[in-house]
């Protein structure tokens, strides 16, 4: 009987320790991030790609593959986003390695979303996220202080030929005016997405609000001086506020987050230097600094690639000269898809109908599953829509593993590292 107790402490602790580790690559071997995504160096990006391609035939030989097999919600949309994807190819007669990469990026995040049980999943990821502030934090402050800290450190460069202090750990611009909170991420406008979406775990999915993260998560998030940061961060406030639970902790929790909101309001309001920092970019029409004209760019001119081409989209080669003609066709300016902050449309516009549509059905699915009440998960839908509405994350591998993880259910979560089938339920 002892040694079955101790082999099972032993299987748990394999499991903990391996879930940690792949989940440490979703964070932080991802296209999100300078390193991984936006570096210049292709040695960094073959790592990567090498990375993803073991764990993936390390999950299919340690996952129960009936997830597969089996027709499910998650299995549906998987299949309906490859078959999306196939279809492109052949009617664009467009064959390039970038098909074969996006499609490794969403199986691996099935994989992954169906591996590791739920609660470990958002523990890991809070936990991620809060070490990865802490340190932001303290870099900010220290290199706000005196810019020599950095000189320590070598310069990096990313596609864009953006100079950036390379600390492995976190990354600051070099030589771009004002300095914004970066992290790890190839820019503060990918890094307050990461953000949000603790704090949204944290308040909606946790049995127990740790305050000290919410509070760590809100400092950060404030030092990226992302003005939609602060929308999404309303809309997730007030879905909170109007959840019902009258445990006497929730109510506390609700009464902090109206005491920290009127404080940054105020904040805000009374320093103007502050308040430019954030709020300049939404009257500012120049492309490069992330502006309202950017934005509406990446609204307009990807919505109508996707008219013209709504069965399959226009395919990855084909949409980059199709964004830049459409651009100076309705705007007037020349501009590349590197301005283009648009995830959603963007898949429409690139993939057509299909898996447009598959990834609208998965961010409602998600904030469903985080809350069932209608007006909560409404606004969380809206909150979910701007966060892949500011970003092109069509590449990133934490987002499809979330979309997954919100269209799962207990029917195709099996998970080879519980325990016995008890575990694996209780994860759901």
Sequence with gaps: MSSTLSN????????????????????????????????????????????????????????NL??????????????????????????????RGGYVYQVLVIFLAYLISNYIPSKELVR????????????????????????????????????GNVEFYNLFVCVVFKDVGEMRNTGIFREPGVYMIYLNIAILF?????DKINKLHVVVFLITLFLTFSTAAFIILIFTC???????????????????????????????????????????????????????????????????????NPIAGCGITKYVNKF??????????????????????????????????????SIMRLAKKISKEFIVSGLLIVAFLMMLSNEDLRYSLMIYVFLFWGLRTDLNIKNAGAQNLNERIKYA
Excluded: Q, W
Aim: hydrophobic content about 50%; charged content about 15%.
């Design 8 to 63: 099972n402490n032993k299987v748990d602790k394999v499991s903990t320790r391996t879930f940690a580790l792949i989940f440490f690559i979703v964070i932080f071997i991802s296209d999100d991030t300078f390193l991984f995504g936006t570096n210049d160096s292709i040695v960094f990006i073959c790592f990567k790609y090498v990375t993803y391609l073991f764990l993936s035939v390390y999950l299919l030989a340690h996952s």
């Design 66 to 95: 009936k997830s597969l097999v089996f027709l499910t919600r998650s299995s549906l949309i998987l299949y309906l986003i490859i078959i999306s994807v196939f279809i492109t190819v052949l009617l664009n007669v467009d064959f």
């Design 124 to 159: 890991l990821y809070i936990k991620y996220i809060y070490v990865l502030s802490i340190i932001s934090i303290i870099v900010f402050i220290i290199a706000s202080v005196s810019d020599s800290f950095l000189s320590f450190f070598p310069i990096s460069v990313n596609v």
């Design 202 to 206: 944290e308040l909606f999915y946790k």
């Design 238 to 308: 007030i879905a909170y506020l109007l959840k019902k639970n009258n445990r006497e902790e929730r109510i506390y929790t609700k009464l902090l987050i109206i005491t920290l909101g009127v404080v940054i309001v105020c904040v805000i309001m009374l320093s103007p230097g502050i308040y430019s920092r954030i709020f300049d970019k939404i009257g500012k029409d120049s492309i490069d600094d992330g502006s309202s004209l950017a934005r509406a760019i990446s609204i307009y001119v990807n919505y109508h690639i996707f008219i013209d």
């Design 324 to 361: 830049l003609s459409y651009t100076r066709e309705y705007f007037h300016i020349t501009t590349s898809t590197g301005n283009n902050t648009n995830m959603i449309l963007t898949v429409f516009a690139v993939y057509g109908l299909v898996f447009g549509m598959a990834l609208l059905y």
